[in-house]
């Protein structure tokens, strides 16, 4: 049994135990895994991504009148609101993230009556795997279902954005949502955020990506995320009054421009910016590599890819960086980088699947030796996006 089935199980009894009956609607959304392109998806640019074998299940029935009950089916805590009137709170807030889509699918259609929902997944919390636009998507998916509204993948997405804006408050892309809703089993997804356009790419079979989480705090609601995309905005509106093309957003911006005119920028709006135009040109160039099996080059980039985190953008922090340090020097491994927004949670990294085993214990112990507790572990495949599962 997989383990995403063992949770759906799990699910469904806990559902049928609390609520006296069967739910109507479930939907499972994946976490996601991100491998280039950080930071870049509300610079308008591009994103190697894919879903993970780990996500969260969302089940939902309908019940008379307006009043509805959401429980998080892992600590088996539940808020009441009226369905027509989600609102954020200071308590639970985890709720916050289910309340800021209803809102979302009420502004398409108002609900004619409320719903007994559990959620349930698998996704550590904090890992930088994204388990909140999991749930999101999930979420989305089973009440749009439940109430009968049509919504196209991007309108899906944004609704989950709005959810994290609004109700979290994190200014976060669409990277995680896009990610969750377009995977495809065995290739990465590249997505182009200005144009919404997103491609399968392969990755081949000779090599699999091991998910290393610190368990080092990784929360993105204490302003570090929104001061990032904020000083993003304003190289862009810099980098506007300088050159002679048009300049909506970083990923207009070449490095061979930054290069010129960094100097006149604030320094840390400058080092910010370096960033996400870096990673832009990293994606295309992986891109290239993977058409022509060149994996060497492509783990190159992704070591690439943290050293400008950690030194542009200053989203990494020690954990993660023992942890990328650490696998430059063990047999097999071919790239690593942080995954998601930053500031902890986990690593990825590409090794060549006849090693997996060994790396992995060989990065619990560079892990163990440098911060005294060895860091979880996991083998991560590029999956399949969210999908009804009942309804």
Same mark, same amino acid.
């Given at each position: 049994?997989?383990?995403?089935?063992?949770?759906?199980?799990?699910?469904?009894?806990?559902?049928?135990?609390?609520?006296?009956?069967?739910?109507?609607?479930?939907?499972?959304?994946?976490?996601?895994?991100?491998?280039?392109?950080?930071?870049?998806?509300?610079?308008?640019?591009?994103?190697?991504?894919?879903?993970?074998?780990?996500?969260?299940?969302?089940?939902?029935?309908?019940?008379?009148?307006?009043?509805?009950?959401?429980?998080?089916?892992?600590?088996?805590?539940?808020?009441?609101?009226?369905?027509?009137?989600?609102?954020?709170?200071?308590?639970?807030?985890?709720?916050?993230?289910?309340?800021?889509?209803?809102?979302?699918?009420?502004?398409?259609?108002?609900?004619?009556?409320?719903?007994?929902?559990?959620?349930?997944?698998?996704?550590?919390?904090?890992?930088?795997?994204?388990?909140?636009?999991?749930?999101?998507?999930?979420?989305?998916?089973?009440?749009?279902?439940?109430?009968?509204?049509?919504?196209?993948?991007?309108?899906?997405?944004?609704?989950?954005?709005?959810?994290?804006?609004?109700?979290?408050?994190?200014?976060?892309?669409?990277?995680?949502?896009?990610?969750?809703?377009?995977?495809?089993?065995?290739?990465?997804?590249?997505?182009?955020?200005?144009?919404?356009?997103?491609?399968?790419?392969?990755?081949?079979?000779?090599?699999?990506?091991?998910?290393?989480?610190?368990?080092?705090?990784?929360?993105?609601?204490?302003?570090?995320?929104?001061?990032?995309?904020?000083?993003?905005?304003?190289?862009?509106?810099?980098?506007?009054?300088?050159?002679?093309?048009?300049?909506?957003?970083?990923?207009?911006?070449?490095?061979?421009?930054?290069?010129?005119?960094?100097?006149?920028?604030?320094?840390?709006?400058?080092?910010?910016?370096?960033?996400?135009?870096?990673?832009?040109?990293?994606? %295309?160039?992986?891109?290239?590599?993977?058409?022509?099996?060149?994996?060497?080059?492509?783990?190159?980039?992704?070591?690439?890819?943290?050293?400008?985190?950690?030194?542009?953008?200053?989203?990494?922090?020690?954990?993660?960086?023992?942890?990328?340090?650490?696998?430059?020097?063990?047999?097999?491994?071919?790239?690593?980088? %942080?995954?998601?927004?930053?500031?902890?949670?986990?690593?990825?990294?590409?090794?060549?699947?006849?090693?997996?085993?060994?790396?992995?214990?060989?990065?619990?112990?560079?892990?163990?030796?440098?911060?005294?507790?060895?860091?979880?572990?996991?083998?991560?495949?590029?999956?399949?996006?969210?999908?009804?599962?009942?309804?």
């Amino acid at each position: 049994m997989s383990a995403c089935q063992d949770v759906y199980d799990i699910l469904l009894k806990k559902f049928q135990e609390k609520y006296g009956r069967k739910p109507e609607v479930v939907a499972y959304a994946p976490g996601r895994v991100e491998i280039l392109g950080n930071h870049t998806d509300y610079n308008e640019g591009y994103v190697l991504s894919a879903a993970i074998n780990f996500g969260t299940y969302f089940a939902v029935a309908s019940r008379e009148g307006l009043e509805s009950r959401l429980c998080a089916g892992d600590v088996m805590e539940e808020v009441s609101f009226n369905a027509d009137q989600p609102s954020a709170t200071k308590d639970h807030m985890w709720s916050n993230y289910v309340k800021g889509v209803l809102a979302g699918i009420n502004a398409i259609q108002k609900p004619t009556h409320g719903f007994d929902a559990m959620f349930l997944g698998n996704i550590p919390l904090g890992s930088g795997l994204s388990s909140s636009a999991a749930l999101e998507v999930a979420a989305g998916l089973a009440f749009s279902k439940l109430y009968g509204v049509v919504l196209s993948n991007l309108e899906l997405a944004r609704i989950g954005q709005k959810a994290e804006h609004d109700f979290a408050g994190v200014k976060c892309g669409l990277l995680d949502q896009f990610s969750s809703i377009n995977g495809k089993k065995g290739s990465l997804v590249w997505s182009d955020f200005r144009t919404y356009d997103v491609k399968p790419v392969t990755i081949g079979e000779d090599v699999c990506f091991l998910m290393c989480n610190t368990n080092a705090r990784h929360a993105l609601v204490d302003g570090a995320y929104n001061e990032r995309r904020q000083r993003c905005e304003q190289a862009a509106a810099f980098f506007a009054t300088r050159l002679d093309h048009k300049v909506a957003a970083l990923r207009d911006v070449s490095w061979e421009e930054w290069l010129k005119y960094h100097g006149e920028m604030d320094p840390i709006t400058a080092k910010r910016s370096a960033h996400p135009i870096g990673e832009d040109e990293r994606v %295309l160039s992986g891109i290239e590599m993977l058409r022509n099996n060149n994996l060497a080059g492509f783990g190159r980039l992704m070591f690439e890819s943290h050293d400008s985190s950690r030194n542009y953008f200053e989203n990494s922090c020690p954990e993660l960086d023992t942890l990328v340090d650490g696998a430059q020097a063990i047999p097999g491994v071919l790239g690593a980088r %942080l995954s998601g927004g930053g500031f902890g949670g986990s690593v990825v990294v590409m090794v060549n699947k006849t090693d997996v085993e060994a790396a992995s214990v060989a990065l619990r112990n560079v892990y163990a030796n440098k911060h005294g507790s060895r860091c979880d572990t996991r083998i991560i495949t590029c999956s399949d996006g969210a999908r009804v599962v009942i309804g």
